[in-house]
């Protein structure tokens, strides 16, 4: 199964991206998407998830800032990121996690975001 992400990049600090994440229809209407991040040297971190029924939880350190969302006709996932600081610096990948399952089963293959300062 494979999850492409998509939208990285290099951006200033106070700037906006959006990453998008396709899977396949198959996999995306039983499973809830999140959006994790791993910062060089450390671990990977939950950034935001999105239940299949559209309810979404975040990071602490992101509320306020980005937002996820779902396209249910396209199978895609979105995270809308706004106020981008240099501590957002990571690779973001896409996950999907059939069932609801607490962690999950399916991973994209990252997109690099980079923030200046």
């Known amino acids: 199964v494979q999850l492409q992400a998509s939208g990285g990049g290099l951006v200033q600090a106070g700037g906006s991206l959006r990453l998008s994440c396709a899977a396949p229809?198959?996999?995306?209407?039983?499973?809830?998407m999140g959006w994790y991040r791993q910062a060089p040297g450390k671990q990977r971190d939950l950034v935001a998830r999105?239940?299949?029924?559209?309810?979404?939880t975040y990071a602490d350190s992101v509320k306020g800032r980005f937002t996820i969302s779902r396209n249910n006709t396209e199978n895609t996932v979105y995270l809308q990121m706004n106020g981008l600081t240099p501590d957002d610096t990571a690779v973001y990948y896409c996950?999907?996690?059939?069932?609801?399952?607490?962690?999950?089963?399916?991973w994209g293959q990252g997109t690099l975001v980079t923030v200046s300062s």
């Open positions: 229809g198959s996999i995306f209407s039983i499973s809830a």
């Open positions: 999105i239940s299949r029924f559209g309810s979404s």
């Open positions: 996950a999907a996690a059939p069932y609801g399952a607490t962690y999950p089963r399916y």
